[in-house]
């Protein structure tokens, strides 16, 4: 299975102010297709979660452009430009390119 | 619009059945992979596996496997999740999933499963 590390694991920020969280994979995530199957998911409190970026970089239908999603092979990064108090919650990394499908393990992403 | 609506909240005893189900709607139910996920309380997202409607194609977690059954009713747009025999280790949300390209653009509102003797 490919295994998907996320750092940190819990993220203090201030509002307005910008995030970061890397996801790093046991290996690449280029698919024989030419496509990185690698995506970031957003998970409220006692919400399902939701994409916010697919492929590494397109923002899904709705999400606001202060999300970003940069990377290739093996290290990927999602970034927020200006937190907004909407944006708590848990950041989920995941790889879609090789089966068994496997998520990060999740960062907790708080203001202070 | 694409919806998930899933079956509502479980309170089953150790060594039960239970088959938790998931309606599509909205887009074309054969022609997207679906999935599900499980995340125990307080825990992340673990993927278990997927099937095609299309064809019942499916796959599992290793995790997953032996686990549970995955299935789906194409004639009514819906997929399942199945234990023949649940432990208390099984209380969690269970989420489905749509998948396009492998990855998940739209998820169901989850079922919360309890297990408790």
């Known amino acids: 299975d490919i295994v998907m590390t996320q750092t940190p694991l819990s993220s203090p920020v201030t509002l307005g102010q910008p995030a970061s969280i890397s996801c790093r994979s046991s290996q690449s995530l280029l698919h024989r297709d030419g496509n990185t199957y690698l995506s970031w998911l957003q998970q409220r409190p006692g919400q399902p979660p939701r994409l916010l970026i697919y492929?590494?970089?397109n923002r899904f239908s709705g999400v606001p452009d202060r999300f970003s999603g940069s990377g290739a092979g093996t290290d990927f990064t999602l970034k927020i430009s200006r937190v907004e108090p909407e944006d708590v919650g848990v950041y989920y990394c995941?790889?879609?390119?090789?089966?068994?499908?496997?998520f990060g393990q999740g960062t907790k992403l708080e203001i202070k | 619009e694409v919806q998930l609506v899933q079956s509502g909240a479980e309170v089953k005893k150790p060594g039960e059945s239970l088959k938790l189900s998931c309606k599509g709607s909205g887009y074309s139910f054969t022609s997207h992979w679906i999935g599900w996920v499980r995340q125990m309380p307080g825990k992340g997202l673990e993927w278990m596996g997927i099937i095609y409607p299309g064809d019942s194609d499916t796959r599992y977690s290793p995790s997953f496997q032996g686990q549970v059954t995955i299935s789906a009713d194409k004639s009514i747009s819906t997929a399942y999740l199945q234990w023949s025999s649940l432990k208390a280790s099984d209380t969690a949300m269970y989420y489905c999933?749509?998948?396009?390209?492998?990855?998940?653009?739209?998820w169901g509102q989850g079922t919360l499963v309890t297990v408790s003797s």
């Open positions: 492929k590494i970089s």
């Open positions: 995941m790889q879609a390119t090789q089966f068994p499908y496997t």
């Open positions: 999933a749509r998948h396009v390209s492998g990855d998940i653009d739209y």
